[in-house]
């Protein structure tokens, strides 16, 4: 694409903006609804998938290489916890490599740079007051400090749950997640847009996104730890649309402002789903070692216990 062709694209989405970010959180709540429908239409009807299921593969377990072909593909497998990290370590590398090739575009000044500043500009010649004062707001709850004092409120919930390790394990993940989105801002060293008359003045360097990126490892790490706890596809659904439509949004928000280019908002969230699934992993590693090393001491506890009772 010319650079013509890239301006006239950045000004119609800019123009357009509020009516596709309208129309997004929609769909994802229309699309919350069916996910949640119909897994209560497969709860409803469990019993009799359950018992079509067994009468079909009991069918098909007439057949003795079916049965053999089935014993053999279990070996290769992988376990649940494999599974997980596997997940993981490929959301990842796929975000660490887009994440490079939005940066090397942004320091060559290539196509994103050309579209970058053109559609700053047609959003901001088409902010109204109203949506301004909305989007301030919104901005606001991304900030460090309402960011520090949600981390604050849920590490003090779960050391009352007594989960000393998720409460430090949060911390660390926030801690950590600052500490990468400063260090990253220092390595480009963007400036942010500039404006005639700013809807919003802020001083740090641009790329990548702190509110975007701070957001992001809240709400991921949050639903993480929370949707651990409470193993509910329903629960999972609701979580997770409302986390990324809030993600959304808070990115939309530094967009309107003025404060940040759409690769800043964007690379701050790919950097935000390396960071939280580092972390989920790095809290599968430790709980899987807690276990095993917990493990011999309860049943040493319980042999010690039933050698009381016996005697």
Not at 87 to 111: K, M, P, R, W
Not at 130 to 141: D, E, G
Not at 222 to 235: E, I
């Amino acid at each position: 694409m010319t650079n013509g062709e890239i301006e006239r694209a950045a000004g119609f989405l800019a123009a357009h903006a509020i009516l596709f970010l309208a129309a997004g959180i929609v769909l994802a709540l229309i699309a919350l609804a069916s996910v949640v429908g119909a897994i209560h239409l497969l709860r409803r009807y469990r019993d009799v998938i359950r018992r079509t299921f067994t009468s079909a593969l009991g069918y098909a377990r007439q057949f003795e290489l079916f049965e053999r072909s089935l014993a053999r593909s279990r070996a290769f497998l992988p376990g649940p916890y494999l599974v997980v990290h596997l997940a993981l370590g490929l959301a990842v590398t796929a975000a660490v490599a887009v994440f490079v090739v939005i940066a090397e575009d942004v320091v060559g000044h290539g196509a994103v740079v050309t579209f970058d500043l053109a559609f700053a500009q047609a959003l901001q010649d088409s902010a109204t007051p109203s949506l301004t004062q909305v989007f301030a707001t919104v901005t606001w709850l991304g900030s460090g400090y309402a960011l520090a004092v949600v981390t604050a409120l849920v590490a003090v919930y779960l050391a009352r749950q007594h989960d000393r390790l998720a409460a430090m394990g949060w911390i660390a993940a926030q801690a950590g997640g600052w500490l990468l989105n400063y260090a990253l801002k220092e390595a480009f060293e963007r400036t942010r847009p500039s404006f005639a008359d700013p809807l919003l003045a802020a001083t740090s360097w641009s790329f990548p996104s702190g509110h975007a990126m701070g957001t992001f490892i809240l709400l991921g790490v949050g639903s993480y730890l929370f949707l651990r706890n409470v193993r509910s596809w329903s629960a999972a659904a609701v979580v997770i649309t409302l986390a990324l439509s809030w993600c959304v949004v808070m990115a939309f928000s530094r967009l309107y402002l003025g404060v940040h280019f759409a690769s800043d908002v964007v690379a701050g969230l790919i950097a935000g789903v390396a960071w939280v699934a580092v972390c989920a992993s790095a809290f599968e590693v430790i709980r899987s070692r807690r276990r095993t090393i917990s493990a011999p001491e309860v049943r040493l506890r319980q042999q010690r216990k039933l050698s009381g009772i016996d005697t």
